[in-house]
């Protein structure tokens, strides 16, 4: 078949699916079958629902008893350890008494997938409301795993966002009709994270439910951050949460189409069956932990910071259908206010560096100040991150980044020093099987890593490197201002995220939370775990100022932005020297260059990045 035959079929099967919505008749036939084959609950006749005692807890009920009108009081825990992440989730679950409300961008089949899907389903059997709000497009995937979901507890309620065509899986074809139709509200998605337990203490941040958010892959891992508050904000999560559960795209199991076929010819009761967990003995490990009060203590209420102003934002749902209502884009907002308010530093970390116009105009703005505040960013490379696509924008605008905007970039390496740390904290019981694994990673690299989305994403692969081994990105969205105050949430400060994604996440006015989450950042820029960017030595200075002049012209160009010299480049910190930013006068003489793309061996993705970085600016929103 002729490809120029595609469009119009495409865009036949959209207008043909678009109205495929699932027959009200159908939708009450599968609400019956579930009512009567739902598996029965436990039902704790004790009011707490039988939960598990939880300190955790107690501090958030006293924040919030201590709380007043104007005077509010908060608990917040920095989650940058992915054990203790874990762990507080686990924990919070087990120690709900009345409600767990989950909402997320990612929820695969993996073990963290499979754990806490049961810890939730278990928690719904002793008399727990708990409702899950999953972006459809990389979530579950599985109409057999949803059918079990819709019958596993009277007391679970899942929920999928913006389901493509009315269907909890989207196949290629859909996928790329969805594209032709009905692009924005396709585009958009819902990329919120919060873990919300009794209205009294959610979590929220960067994390969503798959292995290697939380160091369990053991091919490629992201270092990522949450935060736990317990107090008033929770009460804002609460209403965010119930704002997009009962948004017309929020669409309950029994009314996707696939799920409604599936549950109309199997009515059988499906049962809910135990894990079938990849590393049983890490996940027992990570079980006792959440279980033990002296763990809980120590990890997650020792660490703690009483405080008092604590702001949770989020964008509200569908933004795209009105981007110019103010409350829209609340979160986006707010954070845009945040960093232009700086004094003296904002310091930021995000994966992907790509500003949007609203974003570049505030940093031109700030670093045109007779004093302007010191901009230091943390990002990935080419050789951490799997959005190959994405960074070559990034590499596209380096000098606009570092000349016009006063940026201070350090890139992670893809074997960080202080990511192999925490990794190994993750898995200090299982180090012999680590050990192994690593070997057979160095027999065959090729297998090296999986997809972002694990088996449903497998095309999408970070790019080969030349030394093998457990590989890292930077996944975590956190903005500190003057030391004063922090962000912490999903926003990843880019054109995707300011509008298209919903967002959200919390502002935590207190120096000693920000300090900690400045001091998170800055470990990740240090010379063991990041490369910094910096302009190249000017070597022959009539032909550097060729070379800079006709980058210049090249980098301005929308299409065939094929120059290779760029302005700037990577640099390594030669042994013996302390690290310095690149305006210091000995930066020359401590730092080598190490390339544009260092640790990257030769492949297509080193050629599709050129490629993109050459005819891709267009599509720097859609990235």
């Not at 497998?458 to 457990?470: D, Q, V």
């Not at 502002?507 to 063991?528: E, M, Y």
Request: include cysteine; glycine fraction near 6%; aromatic fraction near 10%.
């Amino acid at each position: 078949m002729s490809l120029r035959f595609l469009p119009p079929i495409l865009l036949l099967l959209a207008l043909a699916l678009q109205g495929c919505t699932v027959p009200r008749q159908q939708v009450r036939r599968a609400d019956a079958i579930v009512a009567a084959t739902t598996l029965p609950s436990f039902d704790c006749p004790r009011a707490d629902h039988c939960a598990a005692p939880s300190a955790v807890l107690q501090a958030a009920d006293l924040a919030l008893a201590s709380s007043a009108a104007g005077h509010p009081q908060h608990v917040v825990t920095l989650l940058a350890d992915s054990e203790d992440a874990l762990a507080a989730r686990i924990h919070l679950i087990q120690a709900a008494r009345r409600s767990i409300d989950v909402q997320t961008y990612i929820w695969d089949q993996d073990d963290v997938g499979q754990l806490v899907l049961d810890q939730l389903v278990q928690a719904a059997r002793r008399g727990v409301r708990v409702r899950i709000l999953a972006d459809q497009l990389f979530s579950f995937g599985d109409v057999a795993l949803l059918d079990r979901l819709a019958r596993a507890d009277r007391h679970l309620t899942v929920k999928l966002y913006n389901p493509t065509f009315h269907d909890a899986e989207t196949s290629p074809a859909e996928f790329a009709a969805g594209i032709v139709c009905c692009f924005m509200k396709f585009n958009q998605r819902m990329h919120n994270k919060l873990l919300l337990v009794d209205d009294t203490v959610g979590i929220t941040g960067g994390r969503n439910y798959q292995d290697r958010y939380f160091n369990w892959d053991g091919d490629f891992d992201y270092v990522d951050r949450d935060v736990m508050v317990g107090g008033p904000a929770a009460h804002d999560m609460a209403a965010s949460f119930a704002r997009f559960w009962k948004h017309k795209r929020s669409v309950p199991l029994e009314a996707l189409r696939d799920v409604n076929r599936y549950i109309l010819a199997h009515p059988a009761a499906p049962g809910w069956p135990a894990p079938q967990f990849r590393r049983p003995a890490r996940v027992a490990k990570l079980e006792r932990e959440a279980q033990d009060p002296a763990w809980i203590q120590q990890h997650l209420l020792d660490p703690a910071f009483h405080t008092g102003e604590v702001e949770f934002f989020s964008d509200l749902p569908a933004k795209t259908d009105a981007p110019t209502r103010r409350h829209a884009l609340d979160f986006t907002h707010h954070v845009m206010q945040l960093v232009a308010s700086a004094k003296h530093e904002v310091v930021l970390q995000t994966p992907y560096l790509v500003m949007s116009d609203r974003a570049q105009k505030i940093f031109k703005t700030m670093h045109r100040r007779a004093d302007p505040p010191r901009i230091r960013v943390s990002t990935n490379s080419l050789a951490s991150t799997d959005a190959f696509a994405v960074y070559a924008l990034s590499y596209k605008h380096r000098k606009r980044y570092l000349r016009k905007y006063g940026f201070e970039i350090q890139e992670m390496k893809p074997h960080a020093a202080s990511a192999e740390e925490d990794y190994a904290l993750a898995n200090d019981d299982l180090l012999p099987s680590i050990a192994a694994s690593v070997r057979e990673r160095r027999r065959y690299p090729g297998a090296e890593t999986r997809g972002l989305f694990g088996s449903r994403g497998s095309s999408n692969r970070p790019a080969p490197l030349i030394e093998s081994g457990l590989r890292f990105g930077l996944h975590a969205k956190s903005i500190v201002v003057d030391d004063s105050f922090a962000m912490v949430g999903s926003h990843n400060f880019d054109p995707r995220s300011d509008h298209f994604n919903t967002e959200a996440g919390v502002i935590v006015h207190d120096r000693g939370f920000a300090n900690a989450v400045r001091s998170s950042i800055l470990r990740l820029t240090g010379p063991q775990n990041a490369w910094v960017i910096a302009p190249r030595k000017p070597v022959v200075p009539v032909l550097t100022s060729v070379n800079q002049a006709i980058g210049d012209i090249s980098e301005k160009l929308p299409l065939f932005d094929f120059w290779p010299y760029r302005y700037a480049t990577s640099y390594d910190l030669k042994p013996g020297c302390t690290p310095m930013a690149p305006s210091d006068p000995a930066f020359f003489s401590c730092y080598e260059p190490v390339g544009d793309f260092p640790g990257v061996a030769l492949s297509f993705k080193l050629i599709y990045t050129r490629l993109i970085t050459a005819f891709g600016s267009a599509g720097s929103g859609i990235l």
